[in-house]
C-alpha cells in the first residue's frame, strides 16, 4: 500500500512539472516579448537582440500560443500591449534582470570553486573589514569574496551568506555566536570644531550628528552622563556611521560613533576626542553563522584569522 501511494504521489508531480513546462516561456520568447514591447515593432525588437525579425514573430507567436491570450494589439505594423501583456510585461522585465544578475554573479567567481560571502554592518565592513581582507586572501589563494551590507538580521535559509558581522541583537535562534569585541562609542569632532577637549555641556551646544537608524545613540548617552535628553535630537541626520563620520571630519557637527570605525580617523589627526572616555552601549560586535558553514574549510580559516585581527586591536 506504502509503494503504491508512493508511486501515485511520483506521478502526480510528474504530471504537475509537465503541465508547468507547457506553459512556462522560455528564456528566448520572454526577451522576445520584453523587446517587442518596448520597440513597438518585430524589426526594432530584432535589431536589438541580434536575431531575425522571422525568429521574433516565431517566439511572439509562441509565447501567446502557450499562455492562451493575445498580448499585442497589432494595428498598422505597430504592436501595442493589450491589458494582459501590460500585465505580463511587469512580471517578465524583472524575471529577466533577476536572471541575467544571477548568471553575472556567477561568472565574477571567475571560475574559483571556493566562494566565502559574507554578509556585514555597512560601516564595519568598508572601513574596518574591508582594508584587511587582503591579508586575509593573501593566506587562501584562489578564494572569492562576496560581500554585502547588511543592518536586518540575516535569514540563513533564504540568504546564501557563510557567515555575518552584525551587533548582538541581529542574533538568531537558528545560528551560532561568537562575540567578537564590545561596542563602546566615542565622542569625536573635527579639529577645527572642536579646538580641543570639550565640556558635556559645551558638547550640547554644538550640532549633534545624528545617525538615523539608531536614532537612539545621543539621548541613551545624555542619560548616562546626566544631561536632558530632549535636547540631544537636533543635528543633521545620516543613514550610516561612515556618512557620520565623514560629516564629522567636514566639521558639520560632533559625532558619536563606535571608537573601533572612528580609529583610523583619529589616528591621521582628521577627527579629535572631544571628550574624554567611552560610552558603552550594551552591544557587541557578533560572528554570527548556520551550522553548515563548519563544513567550509575556508570559514574555518576566516574565523580564526577574524578573531586574531579583534584581538591585536588591543595589543
Not at 561568472?107 to 566565502?116: E, P
Not at 551590507?149 to 540563513?156: K, N, S, T, Y
Not at 535630537?233 to 571608537?259: K, T
Request: aromatic share 8%; glycine share 8%.
Amino acid at each position: 500500500m506504502d509503494n503504491d501511494l508512493c508511486y501515485g504521489d511520483h506521478e502526480i508531480f510528474a504530471y504537475s512539472l509537465r503541465m508547468r513546462h507547457t506553459y512556462t516561456p522560455t528564456i528566448a520568447e520572454l526577451e522576445a516579448f520584453c523587446a517587442c514591447a518596448r520597440g513597438g515593432t518585430t524589426v526594432q525588437a530584432a535589431e536589438t537582440l541580434g536575431l531575425t525579425q522571422s525568429a521574433i514573430s516565431r517566439s511572439i507567436a509562441g509565447l501567446e500560443g502557450r499562455l492562451g491570450v493575445a498580448l499585442f494589439v497589432r494595428a498598422r505594423q505597430r504592436m501595442t500591449l493589450s491589458d494582459a501583456g501590460r500585465a505580463f510585461l511587469r512580471e517578465a522585465e524583472p524575471l529577466l534582470d533577476r536572471l541575467n544578475e544571477a548568471a553575472m554573479t556567477v561568472m565574477a567567481f571567475g571560475g574559483q570553486a571556493r566562494v566565502l560571502r559574507i554578509a556585514a554592518l555597512p560601516t564595519f565592513g568598508r572601513l574596518w573589514l574591508i582594508p584587511r581582507l587582503r591579508a586575509f586572501q593573501s593566506t587562501m589563494p584562489g578564494l572569492t569574496i562576496d560581500m554585502a551590507a547588511r543592518l536586518a538580521p540575516v535569514d540563513f535559509e533564504a540568504e546564501p551568506f557563510d557567515l555575518a558581522i552584525q551587533r548582538t541583537q541581529h542574533r538568531t535562534s537558528s545560528a551560532t555566536h561568537i562575540h567578537l569585541l564590545d561596542e563602546e562609542l566615542a565622542v569625536v569632532a573635527a579639529p577645527g570644531l572642536a579646538g580641543g577637549r570639550l565640556t558635556k555641556h559645551e558638547v550640547m551646544r554644538l550640532p549633534l550628528l545624528q545617525q538615523s537608524t539608531r536614532p537612539t545613540l545621543w539621548p541613551d548617552w545624555c542619560r548616562a552622563v546626566g544631561l536632558d535628553p530632549r535636547l540631544a535630537l537636533r543635528g543633521a541626520r545620516f543613514d550610516h556611521f561612515d556618512m557620520v563620520l565623514d560629516a564629522a571630519i567636514a566639521g558639520l557637527g560632533i559625532a558619536l560613533v563606535p571608537e573601533i570605525l572612528a580609529r583610523a580617523a583619529l589616528g591621521r589627526g582628521e577627527l579629535i576626542r572631544a571628550l574624554p572616555g567611552d560610552f558603552e552601549t550594551g552591544q557587541a560586535y557578533t560572528l554570527i553563522y548556520p551550522d553548515r558553514s563548519e563544513e567550509l574549510p575556508h570559514f574555518a580559516r576566516f574565523k580564526d584569522w577574524l578573531r586574531a585581527e579583534i584581538e591585536g586591536i588591543w595589543a
